[in-house]
């Protein structure tokens, strides 16, 4: 399994509408890290976007994962830059494989 970085950009002025969906984007997250999918999440202290770190087959896999994402469904999604990711040093290293 490899390790991406993805970096969530959110749609301006989508605060309501994130609001709205955020229960079933954080109950699907919750069902990914339970499944050891997702390694860690949250968002940007501006509001801006968010980070979340997951383990996947590869890119084609996870960019399939991410449509299934709440947020993707209620539009406020502006742009996502997933990269492929190698923690060397910390609790995310052992997934390194």
Known sequence: MTVFAVEYVYVADSDALRD???PAHRAWL?????????????PYGDGA????????????????LLKEDPFAAAGVIAGIRTTEWSPIIG???AHTS
Request: aromatic letters at 2%; glycine letters at 8%.
């Open 49 to 64: 976007g968010a980070l979340l770190i997951f383990k996947s087959a590869d890119e084609t896999q996870l960019n399939d």
């Open 30 to 42: 919750g069902e990914l890290a339970e499944e050891n999918t997702l390694l860690a999440s949250g």
């Open 20 to 22: 709205e969906a955020r």
């Open 91 to 93: 609790v995310l290293a």
